[in-house]
């Protein structure tokens, strides 16, 4: 008996976003690597958490294909993009990197509305709510380096920079506890 109760098109569409969260730890996981190449390391150790918080997300998706009785296929991640050029340019690739992400969750919940997927819905909220504080948090990033002078922050301010980031909160997690109040 196929227990399977997501449609094809929706196992799909859930099996692509688990592997763009998975390339999205990928993303920060290099990010990271740039960070402390360059002598950040409180924003490299703040990067590498992140991409901890986007690997449980791939789990949450690929533990939710399994709950619903499909069966997630593990693609191959893509390389990481080209190191920044700045600190500013790591943060606004970071932006722009999360508001793809939120495209992404939004296709599932405007597939689930259309299919009738309620359950794939109600999982889904728990991302778009997630995908605000992505969002918030990279223009966070954003308006502190804005505040210390950008790219042309002087090495004082970029050092407090670097110490705010490496003592922030590790909100990463274990995918799943995780709930929709304490993602």
Known sequence: MDTNRLS???HD???K?????GN?????LSYGVWADDKGYAGIANFLFRHAHEERNHMIK????ILERGG???????SAPPADPKSLTDCFNKI???????TEGIYVLVDMAMKQKDWATWNFAQWFVKEQIEEEKLAMNLIDKLKIAGGDRASDESLFNLD???EQAPDDAALARNATEEKP
Do not use: G, R, S
């Open 71 to 77: 069966k997630p296929k593990i693609e191959a991640l």
């Open 61 to 64: 998706i690929m533990e939710y």
């Open 163 to 165: 110490k705010t980031l």
């Open 13 to 15: 569409a859930l099996n």
């Open 24 to 28: 999205a730890a990928q993303i920060y």
């Open 8 to 10: 094809k098109p929706m």
């Open 95 to 101: 932006f722009k990197h999360e508001v793809d992400n």
């Open 17 to 21: 976003q688990m592997t763009k969260e």
